[in-house]
């Protein structure tokens, strides 16, 4: 049972435009989540993660908005460069100490010059 | 700061065969996690330690699989005996009191 899920395992946009990748997730006690940026023959590199207290968080050019209600993110990233082309994870944690991760299946965004 | 540091970073190994991987977490971080990464089950949490405890096992497959942390800046995965099933992608990352993990850069591992 896939408690995060990415359902777009790709995603293709033009250098300069937004690009908007989803997650949902099932276990309504998870109260943070965060999203991991991975290249090739690399660990994943955390990007942005946000409180289920809060319902956006910004860091420079990646944004991620959280809809308890639909228990759906997003992480929104203005403006795409090409070094942004690589796959991005969501993951989620439930409890005090947010320790253990759950991970999606990821997607793959190619930012075209 | 050198990050997470893994070994090796591929292995190859035939069947039966017993396997060790190692970490260096980052100095400092009190949290340890091992991961694994195949194409059917994504990235998954194998077992976490705590100041060198182990607190979370639970997604360790089965007994094949053993992780021990004897100080703060060493960890180990074993696998006795391998098995093909096995071949997928370890990962080790590290924190600072639970918070946002940083990773390793991962072990391939082949089990022929």
């Known amino acids: 049972d896939q408690q995060v899920k990415q359902n777009s395992p790709s995603l293709s946009v033009q250098e300069g435009r937004i690009s908007i990748l989803n997650c949902d997730y099932t276990?309504?006690?998870?109260?943070?989540f965060l999203w991991y940026k991975k290249y090739p023959a690399e660990g994943p590199t955390f990007l942005i993660s946000?409180?289920?207290?809060?319902d956006k968080n910004e860091d420079g050019r990646f944004t991620v908005f959280l809809n308890k209600s639909a228990k759906h993110l997003s992480l929104h990233i203005v403006p795409s460069q090409p070094g942004d082309s690589a796959v991005y994870f969501c993951?989620?944690?439930?409890?005090?100490?947010?320790?253990?991760?759950?991970f999606g299946s990821g997607t793959r965004l190619q930012v075209q010059p | 700061d050198a990050g997470v540091i893994q070994s090796p970073r591929h292995e190859v190994t035939e069947m039966g065969q017993e396997v060790t991987l190692r970490c260096k977490p980052i100095?400092?971080?009190?949290?340890l996690f091992w991961y694994r990464q195949t194409m059917m089950r994504g990235l998954e949490l194998l077992i976490y330690?705590?100041?060198?405890?182990?607190?979370?096992d639970s997604g360790m497959p089965e007994d094949r699989f053993s992780a021990k942390m004897p100080n703060a800046s060493f960890s180990t995965l074993k696998i006795q005996p391998s098995e093909p099933r096995d071949s997928a992608v370890y990962f080790c990352?590290?924190?600072?009191?639970?918070?946002?993990?940083?990773f390793g850069p991962g072990t391939r591992l082949t089990v022929t």
């Open positions: 100095s400092g971080h009190d949290y």
């Open positions: 990352a590290s924190s600072l009191a639970g918070a946002e993990q940083y």
């Open positions: 993951a989620a944690s439930a409890g005090t100490g947010r320790r253990a991760l759950t």
């Open positions: 330690f705590n100041n060198n405890v182990p607190i979370d």
């Open positions: 946000i409180s289920s207290i809060k």
């Open positions: 276990n309504s006690m998870f109260d943070y």
